[in-house]
């Protein structure tokens, strides 16, 4: 019954690896988000797809690719993890880009040593 | 940077007492939206107000808006203890064929019994 479902929940991996994590909605919507949550508690949006279509592409290295195989689905992969990476990292999505509303997953937490 | 501030960033309280939460954003707004964050959660979405309205009430939560002032605040009225969380302010901001959410850098609520 889970709203939007994250896997995994925790990532712990080496510095220069390459991790996946997933995404999943039930909700029926349209419009899906990445976001990353620092240590300090800031919430900053990466990407946003609607549709499988890229509509927000915010200033974040190319060795971050997000990847939508349909509207319920995005996947985020990340290339040559840094130890900045480290940070929780959140699935959201609302029904449509006219609606902002969105609902949460449960985050990633994601640590690079 | 666009993100919005809140204070104060803590907030401790007794049961009972009400709680004011206060949000100040840069630019020009389609909406404001608070946010609950349970520790080691995702966001919960709690209440929108749009750019066109002053006042919101949900529940125990009330909503103000002041876009003259572009600044909102959160009162959560006779507090209980499974209040305590982070509450995160977020503008909503049209562009194009995009709706993006900036978050602001969060109040840290604690309720105490």
């Known amino acids: 019954d889970t709203a939007v479902s994250q896997t995994p929940k925790y990532l712990v991996t080496q510095m220069g690896n390459d991790k996946s994590i997933k995404c999943e909605q039930n909700l029926g919507h349209d419009t899906m988000y990445w976001y990353k949550q620092d240590s300090k508690k800031f919430l900053k949006i990466m990407f946003s797809y609607n549709n499988k279509e890229l509509i927000i592409n915010e200033t974040v290295p190319n060795r971050f690719s997000p990847k939508s195989p349909d509207k319920a689905h995005l996947n985020l992969h990340i290339n040559s993890l840094e130890l900045g990476d480290s940070a929780v990292y959140f699935c959201?999505?609302?029904?449509?880009?006219?609606?902002?509303?969105?609902?949460f997953g449960p985050g990633t937490r994601l640590t690079v040593l | 940077s666009q993100q919005g501030e809140e204070d104060p960033q803590a907030l401790s309280i007794q049961e009972g007492e009400n709680a004011t939460m206060n949000c100040s954003y840069k630019?020009?707004?389609?909406?404001l939206q608070w946010y609950r964050q349970n520790s080691g959660r995702g966001l919960v979405h709690l209440i929108l107000i749009r750019s066109n309205e002053r006042e919101k009430h949900s529940g125990r939560l009330r909503v103000t808006l002041d876009t003259s002032k572009k600044s909102s605040s959160l009162l959560i009225t006779a507090s209980r203890a499974a209040d305590t969380a982070s509450y995160f302010c977020?503008?909503?901001?049209?562009?194009?064929?995009?709706?993006?959410?900036?978050f602001g850098t969060g109040t840290l609520l604690a309720v105490q019994p």
């Open positions: 959201a999505s609302s029904q449509d880009t006219g609606r902002n509303e969105q609902f």
């Open positions: 630019t020009s707004i389609n909406n």
């Open positions: 977020a503008t909503g901001h049209l562009g194009g064929a995009t709706n993006k959410l900036i």
